[in-house]
């Protein structure tokens, strides 16, 4: 529809210089005066007829290219947008969430205004750029003939130095994105950069940041600015040396004025398309060097992959298997540093092992990479008797819960919030999720209840109460494996000894696999593992742990002994086997 209503009014307006020169020949220069009135209205009203085709064809034409502009930005934004949701956190090591976010907005923007706006414009000069010189070289085949050469002359250079404009279009928007994955990255933090009283330092980045995208764009617009220069100048020259070869040729009797007429006409429209067509190019390089950006998005591949034939997982009763074996493993930022070194480990339906150590000695890694954020340089993960990467990742993740250490809160209520674990579970689900986690008292306590706004991040609870949504939402998810990372490390003493009565109950028939700092939450776990340096050094009961008095013994012994110095520390009985 935009092709049809382009073309429709860009030959409506190649029709009006035809229609002046009649009016002209015929209208004008008849020698009978009642002739020429009636002739004059006739011609008049046919170029009121041509007027108003133009005005109809024109706005069919702008809303039918505005539309598509509009629908096309909104495809490539949720394209780009889903695709990079199912990168692997590698992708993230790499590449700033600012950045991500600048594609998503300036770069789609810009793309929307060109596909919109400029594409639209561009196509309208250009069909009559062409059309106006084919009029003129029909109509005047010797002298457009010389023009055309000259033309030639512009065209080459114009295209050879758009490569330059095209190459600064993008390191402009390389820049603005820096300048936004700074800004992201700084109101994520801003309790901690006020606490810093970091504000003037951080402006002050921000802000070189944004001279720098400026002084960039300052080389784009100057670049694009002689480009413009040189195509107008070029082309105006070439067409004023036909249009006098014309008025020559009207002095010498070889054409009518009303020729002469047309033919200025066309030149009119020729000239004010190419200069359209120089400002268009301009808009264009600049959006290819925006849509560069959004296809390298488009283009990354996560390395975790669904595999073409994934198996299926058999139902469990009463919690999921779980076998690594001889797996080694290292992040693909630090390729000399090994994460986790030879670890084998059996866990069976319905154990609770709780994995222990000091930090950086491979405890979270375990979780990455069952959750299937990365694979193993070598070894194997079976769940459920299968290999982990021969399963489909919906099946797999569906098949785990987790509690992160830092409790991800979404910008909507405490009830979205919690059903964000299972979006299909009911209001009295939700509710039984929250009174396990103990979230049920306070969210009751919060101004509209469950369905009370938390805030972006949600800033409006302390950090027990986002930790207690977090259990929640695992809760109701009712996985068959349970990962707990730290999951009481963010609530005071009374409130553990709830949750963590909470979390036993909700740890009853399902594999549970436990994190933890504090050992004083994991006492009563069927198997401890204790890792150091990305090796299991021991593993066993909290006593039998004890007995070795080995690494275990040495962490127990300085955390128990601080804990007992503490005024409101639990009784040693309670830290006990």
């Given at each position: 529809?935009?092709?049809?209503?382009?073309?429709?009014?860009?030959?409506?307006?190649?029709?009006?210089?035809?229609?002046?020169?009649?009016?002209?020949?015929?209208?004008?220069?008849?020698?009978?005066?009642?002739?020429?009135?009636?002739?004059?209205?006739?011609?008049?009203?046919?170029l009121?007829?041509?007027?108003?085709?133009?005005?109809?064809?024109?706005?069919?034409?702008?809303?039918?290219?505005?539309?598509?502009?509009?629908?096309?930005?909104?495809?490539?934004?949720?394209?780009?947008?889903?695709?990079?949701?199912?990168?692997?956190?590698?992708?993230?090591?790499?590449?700033?969430?600012?950045?991500?976010?600048?594609?998503?907005?300036?770069?789609?923007?810009?793309?929307?205004?060109?596909?919109?706006?400029?594409?639209?414009?561009?196509?309208?000069?250009?069909?009559?750029?062409?059309?106006?010189?084919?009029?003129?070289?029909?109509?005047?085949?010797?002298?457009?003939?010389?023009?055309?050469?000259?033309?030639?002359?512009v065209?080459?250079?114009?295209?050879?130095?758009?490569?330059?404009?095209?190459?600064?279009?993008?390191a402009?928007?390389?820049?603005?994105?820096?300048?936004?994955?700074?800004?992201?990255?700084?109101?994520?933090?801003?309790?901690?950069?006020?606490?810093?009283t970091?504000?003037?330092?951080?402006?002050?980045?921000?802000?070189?940041?944004?001279?720098?995208?400026?002084?960039?764009?300052?080389?784009?617009?100057?670049?694009?600015?002689?480009?413009?220069?040189?195509?107008?100048?070029?082309?105006?020259?070439?067409?004023?040396?036909?249009?006098?070869?014309?008025?020559?040729?009207?002095?010498?009797?070889?054409?009518?004025?009303?020729?002469?007429?047309?033919?200025v006409?066309?030149?009119?429209l020729?000239?004010?398309?190419?200069?359209?067509?120089?400002?268009?190019?301009?808009?264009?390089?600049?959006?290819?060097?925006?849509?560069?950006?959004?296809?390298?998005?488009?283009?990354?591949?996560?390395?975790?992959?669904?595999?073409?034939?994934?198996?299926?997982?058999?139902?469990?009763?009463?919690?999921?298997?779980?076998?690594?074996?001889?797996?080694?493993?290292h992040?693909?930022?630090?390729?000399?540093?090994?994460?986790?070194?030879?670890?084998?480990?059996?866990?069976?339906?319905g154990?609770?092992?709780?994995?222990?150590?000091?930090?950086?000695?491979?405890?979270?890694?375990?979780?990455?990479?069952?959750?299937?954020?990365?694979?193993?340089?070598?070894?194997?993960?079976?769940?459920?008797?299968?290999?982990?990467?021969?399963?489909?990742?919906?099946?797999l993740?569906?098949?785990?819960?987790?509690?992160?250490?830092?409790?991800?809160?979404?910008?909507?209520?405490?009830?979205?919030?919690?059903?964000?674990?299972?979006?299909?579970?009911?209001?009295?689900?939700?509710?039984?999720?929250?009174?396990?986690?103990?979230?049920?008292?306070?969210?009751?306590?919060?101004?509209?209840?469950?369905?009370?706004?938390?805030?972006?991040?949600?800033?409006?609870?302390?950090?027990?109460?986002?930790?207690?949504?977090?259990?929640a939402?695992?809760?109701l998810?009712?996985?068959?494996?349970?990962?707990?990372?730290?999951?009481?490390?963010?609530?005071?003493?009374?409130?553990?000894?709830?949750?963590?009565?909470?979390?036993?109950?909700?740890?009853?028939?399902?594999?549970?696999?436990?994190?933890?700092?504090?050992?004083?939450?994991?006492?009563?776990?069927?198997?401890?593992?204790?890792?150091?340096?990305?090796?299991?050094?021991?593993?066993?009961?909290?006593?039998?742990?004890?007995a070795?008095?080995?690494?275990?013994?040495?962490?127990?012994?300085?955390?128990?002994?601080?804990?007992?110095?503490?005024?409101?520390?639990?009784?040693?009985?309670?830290?006990?086997?």
């Open positions: 529809m935009a092709l049809v209503f382009l073309l429709l009014a860009a030959l409506t307006t190649l029709v009006l210089p035809i229609a002046l020169r009649t009016l002209i020949d015929r209208g004008m220069v008849s020698p009978d005066p009642g002739h020429r009135v009636m002739a004059l209205q006739e011609h008049f009203l046919a009121f007829g041509v007027g108003v085709a133009l005005g109809v064809f024109s706005a069919s034409r702008y809303y039918s290219v505005t539309w598509l502009g509009e629908r096309i930005t909104a495809d490539i934004k949720s394209a780009v947008y889903g695709h990079v949701l199912k990168q692997s956190p590698q992708f993230f090591e790499t590449t700033q969430s600012g950045e991500v976010l600048s594609r998503l907005t300036a770069d789609t923007t810009l793309i929307q205004t060109v596909v919109g706006t400029s594409v639209s414009l561009g196509l309208r000069n250009a069909i009559m750029a062409v059309g106006a010189l084919i009029m003129l070289i029909v109509s005047n085949p010797y002298v457009m003939a010389q023009v055309l050469g000259g033309l030639v002359l065209v080459l250079p114009a295209v050879a130095y758009g490569r330059r404009v095209r190459k600064l279009s993008r402009s928007q390389d820049r603005v994105a820096d300048s936004s994955a700074i800004a992201a990255e700084v109101l994520n933090a801003v309790p901690v950069v006020q606490s810093y970091a504000e003037g330092r951080e402006a002050t980045r921000f802000a070189q940041a944004t001279e720098s995208a400026f002084k960039t764009g300052e080389r784009r617009i100057r670049a694009r600015a002689v480009l413009v220069a040189f195509i107008i100048s070029a082309t105006t020259g070439a067409l004023l040396w036909g249009l006098y070869q014309g008025t020559q040729a009207v002095l010498a009797g070889k054409i009518s004025a009303g020729h002469m007429g047309q033919t006409v066309y030149v009119i020729l000239l004010s398309a190419v200069a359209g067509l120089s400002e268009v190019y301009g808009d264009i390089l600049r959006a290819a060097g925006a849509a560069e950006r959004l296809m390298e998005l488009l283009s990354a591949q996560s390395p975790i992959q669904t595999p073409e034939h994934p198996r299926a997982l058999p139902s469990p009763r009463s919690g999921s298997s779980l076998s690594l074996s001889n797996v080694n493993f992040y693909p930022s630090r390729p000399g540093q090994t994460a986790l070194d030879h670890i084998n480990l059996q866990v069976r339906p154990e609770t092992v709780a994995l222990v150590g000091p930090s950086g000695a491979g405890k979270s890694t375990v979780f990455q990479l069952l959750l299937r954020f990365y694979d193993p340089q070598s070894g194997q993960i079976e769940l459920d008797g299968e290999p982990i990467t021969q399963l489909s990742l919906e099946d993740r569906q098949r785990i819960g987790i509690v992160p250490q830092d409790s991800t809160i979404f910008s909507t209520s405490a009830l979205e919030n919690i059903r964000y674990g299972r979006p299909g579970a009911s209001d009295a689900e939700v509710h039984a999720a929250a009174r396990a986690a103990h979230a049920h008292d306070f969210i009751c306590a919060l101004p509209e209840g469950y369905d009370t706004f938390l805030g972006e991040r949600g800033v409006r609870l302390s950090g027990g109460q986002r930790q207690r949504i977090s259990i939402r695992a809760i998810k009712n996985a068959p494996l349970l990962l707990l990372d730290e999951a009481t490390s963010a609530l005071d003493t009374e409130s553990e000894r709830a949750v963590q009565a909470a979390l036993e109950e909700a740890m009853k028939d399902r594999t549970t696999l436990v994190i933890a700092h504090r050992l004083s939450t994991v006492v009563n776990a069927n198997r401890i593992i204790v890792l150091e340096a990305g090796g299991i050094v021991d593993q066993g009961t909290h006593a039998e742990l004890m070795r008095n080995g690494l275990y013994a040495k962490l127990a012994a300085m955390q128990f002994d601080q804990i007992e110095s503490t005024p409101d520390a639990p009784p040693p009985q309670a830290l006990s086997a």
